[in-house]
């Protein structure tokens, strides 16, 4: 016995990758009007007004999805499932926080700028991730792909999450709840930051957390720029507080010509460019060929949409 | 019955460290009469001219033992073993080489440079090692340890070594034998040389390998520099046939003032630092430990050096 072809459909652009991503995981293309599903890889603008009966599902290209609560898609399909890219982009975003937090833990501005040998001093600036300790403030899905980058470079993590449910891994030393968050900066060498921007962690970073940091620490900030104050970070990293910030993420963002961040040669900046535009797209495919796998089984999908909480 | 203590001599210097490592492996600390082994934490110039004959094995310091080789203390001593430190190192090392292949895939080295945001300038150059693949040339003690970093990361590993005896990881694609190094070069996208200074690696990577390599590739060299030909690399380096280079050890060492590496935006250089003394001495000492319990437990001593093969 054959089953029937599991069909769905791709729109509004329907790229190589995509229509690989869907085929290659056991289903069919097909238009819209006998699909079983669609991978809609485009905003809310051009989305169809009303869905063919026969949709079960719809997967969204994006992981933030508050423009589409605005329109009235959700809330026209209320029996249509909706799933959004949350999580699909954090292996970027995570690979880049370790790119930022080696290159300061092995002086890498530094080399960069320099154009002449002197080894002997460069010798006893260079550390190693290997027994530091990294908290990992917001242990969501970047945090958690941090970490398994971390293990193997003998790094252990201290954990910081809004429940401190324990994170069941090897590298992770302890998990802490936010509200002890405090308790973290005298344990640990380095911070990466990448907790979601709300209004309970404005300014999570500032001038009393960064002054229990040590002359060597690092901090990466790959979530948003307003999590640590600006103004007491720059005063850090001129005193050598702390050794060096990495940030993908600034405040005031984007960071203007002219302002002290650009030229501390303790500070290495990047543009919010952890998840570039054509990276996002390979990673969406990932996630779309995931989620058809799971269709086609008939398992449970990945970031389901909750329409009650809003994300 | 006690058995007679395994008597072990130390020189030139006689650290804490290495006193340690040598009691806490089951061996007493002895003068170099009375030994049976001799451990030296120095470099050829000092060493003993003839060893006494009680003497059966000896640990260098030092991973790479070219310098030992071109003097004649392994030929005046044709009965002695002598082991080199070859992968003690490995870990710090193969940070190192990862350091170095992030910050080129991520484009850290002009994000320094940087004084203005330019994100969309930035997005299009930011790669990712996420289905990537590196090609780890010389795949020994640096080269496995750097196939464990690079697995979490996705990359997909092309392996070479010596024999070609494939080395079982999933996150490696094939193992290739140094003799078919030239298949490597168009099917890789980047390139990290761990491999041994021999006379048959000399210049291993010229003008030839340089042109088959991509416009994104980065070559990161952690072992010796005169594998690669410099002014070839230069050359690709400006022409753009290569994205970078990231070289821990150049040819000529030290790389001189007003050398081309030194401006090139598209290099990193670090001044053979990959393995500082602070880090050296406490894995030098971890071997140590291991190879002296080894020894007084009649086992197989751990990267005895192949008078043959040159290290």
Redesign the interface.
């Given at each position: 016995m054959t089953s029937e072809p599991v069909r769905i459909a791709l729109g509004p652009k329907h790229s190589d990758l995509l229509r690989q991503a869907i085929t290659g995981s056991g289903a069919t293309l097909s238009d819209l009007d006998r699909a079983r599903a669609l991978v809609w890889d485009g905003g809310p603008a051009g989305f169809p007004r009303r869905l063919p009966a026969g949709i079960e599902w719809v997967q969204l290209f994006s992981a933030g999805v508050e423009e589409w609560f605005e329109t009235d898609v959700f809330d026209a399909h209320p029996d249509v499932v909706f799933t959004s890219a949350a999580g699909a982009f954090a292996?970027?975003v995570a690979?880049?926080a370790?790119?930022?937090l080696?290159?300061g833990?092995?002086h890498?501005?530094e080399?960069?700028?320099?154009?002449?040998?002197?080894?002997t001093e460069?010798?006893?600036r260079?550390g190693?991730?290997?027994g530091a300790t990294v908290a990992v403030v917001g242990a969501g899905g970047i945090g958690r792909e941090l970490i398994?980058?971390l293990?193997?470079?003998?790094a252990r993590v201290i954990a910081v999450n809004r429940s401190g449910r324990a994170i069941d891994h090897p590298t992770v030393l302890e998990t802490i709840p936010a509200e002890r968050l405090s308790e973290v900066w005298p344990r640990t060498d380095h911070v990466v930051v990448a907790a979601p921007a709300t209004a309970a962690t404005r300014q999570l970073i500032g001038k009393d957390e960064l002054s229990q940091l040590r002359p060597h620490s690092w901090v990466i900030n790959i979530a948003r720029g307003r999590l640590i104050d600006t103004d007491a970070l720059v005063d850090a990293l001129r005193d050598g507080t702390i050794g060096g910030a990495g940030l993908d993420v600034t405040d005031p963002e984007?960071?203007?010509?002219g302002h002290p961040l650009?030229?501390l040669p303790n500070a290495?900046?990047?543009?919010?460019?952890?998840n570039?535009?054509?990276?996002r797209t390979?990673a969406f495919a990932e996630r779309v060929a995931d989620n058809v796998a799971r269709f086609v089984a008939g398992r449970e999908l990945n970031a389901r949409i909750d329409l009650a909480a809003g994300y």
């Open positions: 292996r970027s690979e880049h370790l790119a930022l080696l290159a833990v092995r890498l501005p080399h960069i700028r320099a154009s002449s040998w002197r080894q460069f010798f006893p260079i190693t991730l290997r398994e980058l293990a193997p470079l003998g984007p960071l203007p010509d650009w030229d290495i900046v990047t543009p919010h460019d952890s570039p535009p054509q990276l390979v």
